[in-house]
C-alpha cells in the first residue's frame, strides 16, 4: 500500500511514525521547504552564534501525545520535567507562585491563599471555581464569558485566568472557546501532578524533530522542497500528486498534514470525487481566524533575572526565559495574541519590551543589551473560538482522503500536542480504513 503524507511538520511526522512500521506499507512524506519541521524551526545566529528557536513553546506532563512521537524519535530524553509544577507570575509591586508540591492539591491550596495580588474575596471566588470545574457547562461561550457567570472578579483574571490563557491557548480570553479551556484544565492544572508539570527542551526545539531514527527504514522517502500544488484522482481510484514541475502517482492514500491556506490552495485547484465534503472543507478553511506571537530574544551584559523563566503581570509581553548562551546572558520575551503590537516598527516593539522589563527587574538596564533578534509570527496559531471549535473537521475525509493538524478536531488547543495527535488520529483512520 502506497500512502503520501504531505507536509513535514508535527502533524505529518507524527503521521509517519504511526504508520511507518506497518507490513507492505510504503510511505512518502513531502515537504515543500529544504527542512523538516513546519512552523517550528532553529537556526544559529549568526553574530552570538546561539542556536535560537523560531518562539518558544511551553510544554506540559499531559502532553502524552506528543513526548510518544519523541520516544519515538528518540529524543525523549532531551526533554526536562519539573519535579512539580511552579509557575512564578511577578508584577510591578508583587511576586506571587503558583506551584504544587509534595502535598499534592493541597500545595496548590497553600499556593493560591498566598498570592498577593488576590484579595481574600477573590481567593475564595477563585477556590470555589475550581472546586466547580467539572459541573461548569461551557455551552459554546468564551473563557471571559464563563469567568464572568462564575463569579471571577476582573482582579482574578487579570491575574490569574489571563496568563493560563495565554499560556495554553495563545488567545485572548474574550475569543478562547470555554470548551477547549476547561477541558485543559480537567487534564492539566487540576490533574495528577505528572500532568501537570511544566516541560522544557535542553536543545533546540528542531532538533527534537530529529528524522535519522527512522529515515533509515526502506519503506520510508523523504523528499524535500516538493510543493504539492494539486491532487487528482485516477479511474483506478489512486491518487496523483503535482508540483509545479513534476508529478507523483499511484497513491492508495493522502495525508495532508499542512496549514490550512496550503490546503485550501491545494484543494481549491484539484477536483476530487468527493465535492460535497471538499466544499464544506474550503469553507471553514476560509473562515479560520489567526493570532500572532512575538518572540524577543535579548543578549545582556548582565544577569538581570535570576529563575529560568515568569509570568509577567501588567505589561504587553507575558512571559520571559532565560536560556543558554555561549556569552553573558540570553533571555527570551514573548507575547501571545499580539495583534496589539504587531504591526508596529521593530524599534517600537523593542521599546515596549524595555518599558515592560524596567517596571518589573531592578537590574535590568537599557544600556547592558548589547544584541537583540526579533521573531514574529504572523500567523503563530489557530485562534480556537467557540465558532472555530464548531468548525474543527475530523481527520476523516473519505476513504484514502485525510486531513491532520493541530487546527482539527482534537478538542485541544492548537497547539504541538495537538499537532501530534492530529496526526496519530489520522493514521488510525488510514488504519481501520484499510485494516493493517
Not at 515537504?31 to 552564534?49: D, H, L, N, Y
Not at 533575572?305 to 504587553?316: A, I, P, Q, V
Not at 526579533?374 to 503563530?380: D, F, P
Not at 482539527?408 to 483512520?429: C, H, R, V, W
Amino acid at each position: 500500500m502506497k500512502i503520501a503524507i504531505i507536509g513535514s511538520g508535527i502533524a505529518g511526522i507524527s503521521a509517519v511514525v504511526n504508520l511507518v512500521n506497518l507490513p507492505n506499507v510504503e510511505i512518502t512524506l513531502f515537504e515543500a521547504t529544504q527542512k523538516v519541521g513546519g512552523r517550528i524551526f532553529s537556526f544559529q545566529e549568526p553574530i552570538t552564534k546561539d542556536f535560537i528557536d523560531n518562539g518558544k513553546h511551553i510544554m506540559v506532563g499531559a502532553y502524552q501525545n506528543f513526548f510518544a512521537l519523541l520516544n519515538q524519535l528518540g529524543t525523549y530524553h532531551f526533554l526536562e520535567f519539573q519535579k512539580y509544577l511552579n509557575v512564578k507570575l511577578i508584577s510591578k509591586n508583587n511576586c506571587d507562585i503558583f506551584k504544587s508540591g509534595a502535598l499534592g492539591k493541597f500545595s496548590q491550596f497553600i499556593s493560591l491563599l498566598s498570592m498577593k495580588n488576590l484579595s481574600l474575596k477573590d481567593k475564595i471566588a477563585l477556590l470555589n471555581f475550581i472546586k466547580n470545574i467539572s459541573h461548569i457547562k461551557s455551552n459554546n461561550k468564551t473563557v471571559a464569558e464563563i469567568l464572568l457567570e462564575n463569579g471571577q472578579s476582573q482582579n482574578i483574571t487579570t491575574n490569574f485566568w489571563e496568563p493560563i490563557t495565554l499560556a495554553t491557548m495563545n488567545t485572548k480570553i474574550e475569543y478562547a472557546s470555554a470548551d477547549i479551556f476547561l477541558n485543559i484544565l480537567n487534564k492539566v492544572f487540576f490533574s495528577d501532578k505528572n500532568s501537570q508539570k511544566l516541560v522544557f527542551s535542553k536543545i533546540p526545539l528542531l532538533e527534537l524533530l530529529n528524522l535519522n531514527n527512522i529515515i533509515s527504514k526502506k519503506n520510508l522517502k523523504v523528499l524535500l522542497s516538493k510543493k504539492i500544488e494539486k491532487i487528482s484522482q485516477t479511474q483506478e481510484s489512486k491518487y496523483m500528486l503535482f508540483t509545479k514541475e513534476e508529478y507523483f502517482g499511484n497513491f492508495d492514500s493522502v495525508i495532508f498534514a499542512i496549514a490550512p491556506l496550503h490546503l485550501f490552495s491545494i484543494l481549491k485547484n484539484s477536483k476530487l470525487q468527493i465535492e460535497n465534503k471538499i466544499e464544506n472543507l474550503k469553507k471553514n478553511l476560509e473562515n479560520i481566524k489567526y493570532s500572532p506571537i512575538i518572540s524577543l530574544y535579548l543578549w545582556s551584559g548582565n544577569e538581570f533575572m535570576k529563575d529560568d523563566f515568569s509570568g509577567m503581570l501588567g505589561t504587553e509581553f507575558h512571559w520571559i526565559f532565560k536560556e543558554k548562551s555561549r556569552q553573558n546572558f540570553l533571555y527570551t520575551l514573548t507575547k501571545s495574541s499580539a495583534e496589539g503590537i504587531v504591526n508596529r516598527s521593530k524599534q517600537e516593539i523593542i521599546d515596549i519590551a524595555y518599558k515592560d522589563l524596567q517596571s518589573i527587574f531592578k537590574e535590568f538596564q537599557v544600556n547592558k543589551i548589547y544584541y537583540n533578534r526579533l521573531i514574529i509570527e504572523k500567523q503563530a496559531t489557530v485562534i480556537i473560538s467557540p465558532e472555530m471549535q464548531s468548525m474543527r473537521q475530523e481527520q476523516r475525509l473519505i476513504k484514502g482522503i485525510y486531513i491532520s493538524g493541530d487546527w482539527t478536531a482534537t478538542d485541544l488547543p492548537a497547539t504541538i500536542e495537538s499537532a501530534a495527535f492530529s496526526g496519530k488520529k489520522a493514521a488510525d483512520f488510514l488504519k481501520y480504513d484499510y485494516q493493517i
